[in-house]
């Protein structure tokens, strides 16, 4: 099996993997029918992503992190380009993962597991390596990811971690973070207007 055709392929297993990942958790997620109660929901506001799709929420004391990038959290003026330097996509997606786990009653040092995926650059003008030097940018990408995200929690309260690389991620950003926090200060609830 070729190079290209192996990398190809463990890419694909990566995408479908975070996809069957993603789809057991999203089931497990249901509200209980039998209390007829909803989940209870994050209260979303300016700081809150502007994906469509699944939001983050909270779901029997544990809050789950739809995912989180590094222009989630900041106005359309001050987003990061994918021509931006690699470690600002970093600090940006950590800082509105922090953020975010916090709006939630929750700490970096509570959060129980993260898939992080990273893609190169992917615009015109900006030329994508292949072969080795693909790989060399790849690995490039997870040694600044380890440099800044260890800083980010307290020494042994890492928590476990998935790191996978891709082809593309939606919107600007090289970084996305998947994940769950155990939440200890829960919001107080959202009164409906």
């Not at 190079?3 to 209980?32: C, E, G, H, Y």
Request: proline share 7%.
């Amino acid at each position: 099996m070729g190079n290209n055709t192996r990398r190809s392929f463990f890419s694909k297993v990566s995408a479908i993997a975070a996809m069957v990942t993603s789809a057991r958790l999203f089931a497990q997620q249901a509200p209980d029918a039998s209390t007829g109660a909803p989940a209870p929901a994050l209260n979303t506001n300016k700081d809150a992503p502007r994906r469509s799709g699944g939001e983050h929420h909270i779901q029997e004391g544990i809050y789950y992190i739809s995912g989180t990038g590094a222009n989630d959290g900041y106005p359309k003026e001050d987003h990061v380009l994918v021509s931006d330097p690699f470690e600002k996509h970093v600090t940006r997606t950590m800082e509105a993962l922090k953020k975010s786990v916090e709006r939630a009653g929750s700490s970096m040092d509570n959060i129980l597991h993260l898939q992080v995926f990273l893609c190169l650059p992917l615009a015109d003008g900006i030329s994508m390596p292949t072969g080795k030097s693909r790989f060399d940018a790849h690995k490039a990408q997870y040694d600044a990811l380890n440099k800044i995200y260890g800083t980010y929690f307290s020494p042994g309260k890492a928590p476990s971690r998935a790191c996978m690389a891709l082809e593309w991620i939606p919107g600007d950003s090289l970084i996305e973070i998947v994940g769950s926090a155990k939440v200890t200060n829960p919001p107080a609830p959202v009164a409906d207007k």
